[in-house]
């Protein structure tokens, strides 16, 4: 069906110049470097990936116990964007805290006052 390709003999195999082997030498110094860089990058960027799925795991939030000032009280919680906003009297002056949910970290603080 198809024809077969004439086995090479010895004598029309060509000895290669030296120009021509330091091109192939080139070449083939060219291809390791790359195929290394390839992989390095390869390997960061599944070390990235491993990093944030291990970092996302190691976060898990327990029995946590937030600290208010004495005499606060509760007036409201709810949950926003990754937040868990409470709302708290705080000797009769409103103020909002935020904690982030994965974490339970506090993240921000909003007091207000009355103006004169």
């Known amino acids: ?3 077969r390709p004439d086995p090479v003999s010895q ?6 110049s030296t120009d021509q082997a330091r091109v192939v030498q080139k070449m083939r110094r060219f291809s390791m470097v790359s195929g290394l860089v390839m992989a390095l990058g390869i390997a960061s960027i599944l070390g990235v990936i491993g990093y944030r799925m291990m970092r996302g795991k190691a976060t898990k ?5 937030a600290t208010l000032p004495k ?3 509760i007036v ?3 949950v926003a964007d990754r ?3 409470v709302t ?3 000797g009769g002056t409103p103020e909002i805290r935020t904690y982030d949910l994965a974490t339970l970290t506090p993240a921000g603080r909003l007091t ?5």
């Not at 004598?11 to 290669?16: N, S, T």
């Not at 939030?61 to 116990?65: C, K, P």
Request: charged share 25%.
């Open 61 to 65: 939030a327990g029995d946590i116990t």
């Open 83 to 85: 937040l868990l906003v």
């Open 112 to 116: 207000f006052a009355v103006a004169p």
């Open 11 to 16: 004598d029309k195999v060509e000895k290669l």
């Open 76 to 78: 409201s919680t709810a």
């Open 88 to 90: 708290l009297d705080v």
């Open 71 to 73: 005499g606060a009280r």
């Open 1 to 3: 069906m198809f024809p």
